[in-house]
């Protein structure tokens, strides 16, 4: 490689980095479109850490009824010479029957990361403590080590791009079968967290290594959010709306303006390791002490007994967020005991009512770093949004009055999804006074 093109390489990297800290308030999503994008052959795919949607229209027609598909955003390389690998539902199996420690999730978070890096090395640290699979960087790339045996404790090791992109094949195949024909482009949506210029780039990799011949855009969830919602058109001019995202493994709060038709980022607060599964983890635990207390049985270290337990416990948490009562039912749980236990609503708030009062916490830091007199909307985008108690809590928040619009009319964790559908078909309609 000769001299020149490092200089010419460095120079560039410095005007893209200048560029994006003088733009640090927007929201730069018409930046990254490659053109061309193949009429009719786009899809929208919102990436998530615990599950992975893929929504879109059939040959352009905006006519039909939206499709939307999701997956768990899981992948698993099972000990076959083939070299297969097992995404969504097939890779959760294989590590509940097989092998756990050769699945993998919740990696999303870790895209465009660089552990060496000094600011980084605090969230380093977090996915250390926070993540069940070693996780490591080598050639500037961050790594994930997966166990490819049971018996001799064998390893492989891939990037984090790499099982982006098997999510993403998986996703476009699933579009493809839906429409009948090949899908070719797709607009990717990612965290506000996740604006850097390196996130970016891993996701647009990690598309063309999924077969997809252009990434449209890459569109950041908050506007997805709100294009779904339509605000646009309701919004006032330099109006303010709050996009609260409570996902399975990450949260995020941000606020941002409407100001001659763009959406500009006022402020965000992000916590790539606190979600719904640590509403679950709360009420995993307490039927873990309810068993020791009834049966005298430890299952604490038991992974294949909490597993079992914690799918019981999250499937009860969404049925309370539409009842009062759940049942919390795992037949042959541990040797000689069977769990057939009530939780109540008012039992889960009780479990949970500190982490309820961390989500209402960060979006009360986004307003305040936003330091605007008015908030116009709140969106909720996520499952766990979904939760009675988060709602009230985020309404009592904001006064309970009618001045500031609590959204909820959509399925929250649809929202993204829908959003970039909306925005594929119609990708100026974030930027049609600046592009």
């Known amino acids: 490689m000769s001299p020149s093109f490092v200089v010419a390489r460095v120079f560039v990297c410095l005007v893209a980095f200048v560029a994006a800290l003088g733009k640090a308030s927007a929201l730069p999503d018409h930046h990254w479109h490659w053109p061309p994008d193949p009429a009719g052959r786009v899809v ?16 352009g027609d905006t006519t039909r009824t939206m499709f939307h598909h999701c997956i768990p955003s899981w992948v698993a390389f099972p000990d076959d010479d083939d070299g297969a690998v097992l995404v969504g539902e097939d890779a959760m199996n294989h590590a509940a029957v097989v092998n756990p420690g050769a699945a993998v999730s919740g990696f999303k978070r870790l895209l465009g990361k660089r552990f060496t890096r000094v600011f980084e090395r605090e969230f380093a640290q977090s996915v250390k403590e926070n993540l069940p699979y070693k996780v490591f ?11 490819t045996t049971k018996e001799d404790g064998g390893v492989r090791n891939v990037g984090v791009e790499q099982l982006t992109a098997a999510v993403l094949a998986k996703l476009k195949e699933t579009a493809e079968a839906h429409l009948g024909h090949r899908v070719e482009a797709a607009v990717l949506t990612l965290p506000l967290a996740f604006s850097d210029y390196a996130s970016r780039s891993a996701a647009v990799f990690a598309g063309r290594l999924a077969g997809l011949k252009a990434v449209s855009a890459v569109l950041s969830e908050p506007v997805a959010a709100a294009m779904a919602y339509g605000l646009s058109k309701s919004l006032r001019d330099e109006g303010n709306v709050v996009v609260l995202h409570v996902g399975g493994g990450t949260t995020e709060a941000s606020v ?4 001659d038709g763009v959406y500009e980022a006022l402020s965000s607060q992000y916590d790539p390791f606190f979600g719904g599964q640590d509403l679950d983890r709360r009420i995993v635990d307490h039927f873990v002490r309810q068993i020791r207390d009834k049966h005298g049985r430890d299952i604490a270290d038991d ?3 909490l597993e079992k337990l914690r799918t019981a416990c999250e499937r009860a948490k969404k049925t309370l967020s539409h009842q009062d009562h759940a049942q919390v039912t795992v037949e042959s749980l541990v040797d000689g005991v069977d769990l057939s236990e009530p939780l109540t609503r008012a039992e889960f708030e009780e479990l949970n009512h500190d982490l309820f009062l961390k989500v209402v916490e960060m979006v009360d830091r986004v307003v305040s770093q936003a330091q605007v007199d008015t908030i116009d909307e709140v969106l909720l985008v996520g499952g766990s949004t979904m939760i009675p108690k988060v709602q009230e809590l ?3 928040y904001f006064g309970g009055t009618t001045k500031t619009v609590l959204h909820t009319r959509l399925k929250p964790d649809e929202v993204v999804t829908i959003g970039a559908a909306e925005y594929s078909k119609r990708p100026d309609a974030l930027c049609s006074s600046s592009c």
Do not use: H, P, W
């Open 394 to 396: 985020i309404r009592d």
């Open 44 to 59: 929208a795919i919102d990436l998530g850490n615990t599950n992975s949607c893929v929504a879109g229209y059939d040959s």
């Open 303 to 305: 992974s294949a007994a």
């Open 256 to 259: 941002m303006t409407f100001v």
């Open 137 to 147: 960087e080598e050639n500037a790339q961050v790594q994930v080590e997966v166990k």
